[in-house]
């Protein structure tokens, strides 16, 4: 089955810092790399590494072919990107010491999509997978022509803002949100009650919800598996999200299970936090699966509630 990710491409530049700039402050940072990354792109290459076939549409700022370079060195079509005139999307990201990190996106190429371009690229993927984050502009129309094309849609909705709430999520069947997301979309306090909530107001959709530390949970066919997850020492959680995703979904489309899908992101999302940057610490699927073989970060546990 193909799968059609329409996301961002940003150029993160990453720096590290002992704590964030607080408002007021001027600070050195300790160091400064740059990466490619954009949920859309690491959600591409996640995709990839774990087996999809998997195609990026997305367009490509005039400094942008080094993301380009990077989805195809990885194995994502990039055949539909398309080349604006515009600076590339970008993203300053701070990575403090216990790896946690603050990110201050500017839209730049991901928020010139046009209709045009939009039917360019869905008119292939007809009763194919869509993945979409929130990243990108005409995300109202894509939701809706998928649909229209008969398309099954993810949606990360990360970063989640107020539009989300305008989008027409009834074509959406697979919602993917991490705990604060979940409880914005939900207007819910507490995390237990996220996809009960979600459940009533999204009474046809599936629910992937990522909750760090504290494992994951989905609802899918009137089952709820809970999943737990790897203690593992951080370096930088930037991207361990989208590798999740990636690995979660190629999974679940190609084997048919969802435990064994929880199994697989969580461990490939172990790996990730464990290495700088974000799509640059995205394992491979071997990887993945010696370290669930040998048991290498011990025991986990997958339970149907
Ligand atoms: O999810 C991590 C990503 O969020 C980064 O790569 C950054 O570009 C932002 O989009």
């Known amino acids: 089955m193909k799968i059609c990710n329409f996301g961002s491409l940003n150029l993160d530049f990453v720096y590290r810092v002992d ?17 490619a990354g954009g949920k859309g792109l690491n959600q ?5 590494k774990a087996g999809a076939e998997i195609y990026h549409g997305s367009m490509l700022g ?21 080349s604006c005139h515009e600076k590339s999307g ?4 701070q990575v403090e010491d216990g790896g946690q990190n ?36 005409e995300m109202p129309y894509i939701m809706r022509k998928a649909k229209e094309l008969g398309c099954q849609v993810y949606f990360n909705a990360a970063p989640m803002n107020k539009k989300v709430f305008d989008y027409p999520l009834e074509c959406v069947d697979f919602l993917i949100v991490n705990e604060v997301e979940g409880k914005e979309l939900a207007a819910c306090d507490k995390e237990e009650e996220i996809i009960p909530e979600l ?18 949970m989905v609802y899918h066919k009137n089952r709820f598996i809970r999943c737990g997850a790897h203690h593992v020492p951080v370096v930088d959680t930037t991207g361990a999200g989208d590798t999740f995703i990636g690995f979660f979904m190629a999974t ?4 048919g299970s969802i435990r064994e899908a929880l199994e697989i992101a969580t461990t490939a ?8 940057g974000a799509s640059d610490s995205i394992p491979d699927m071997e990887r993945v699966r010696k370290v669930i073989e040998k048991k290498c970060l011990g025991p986990l546990k997958v339970e149907e509630i």
């Open 19 to 35: 704590f964030f700039v607080k408002p007021g402050e001027t600070k050195s940072a300790k160091n400064y790399s740059m990466y």
């Open 44 to 48: 591409s290459i996640a995709l990839a």
């Open 62 to 82: 005039e400094d942008g072919q080094f993301l380009k370079e990077t989805l195809e060195k990885y194995g994502v079509d990039t055949r539909y990107i398309k």
């Open 90 to 93: 970008h993203a300053v990201i």
């Open 102 to 137: 603050s990110i201050l996106l500017y839209g730049g190429a991901n928020q010139v999509m046009t209709e045009e371009y939009v039917d360019e690229v869905l008119k292939n993927f007809a009763g194919e997978m869509l993945l979409l984050q929130n990243e990108i502009n």
């Open 199 to 216: 459940r009533k107001k999204y009474p046809k959709m599936s629910f992937l919800l990522t909750l760090g530390k504290r494992g994951s």
């Open 252 to 255: 679940y489309l190609k084997r």
């Open 269 to 276: 999302s172990a790996l990730a936090v464990g290495k700088e």
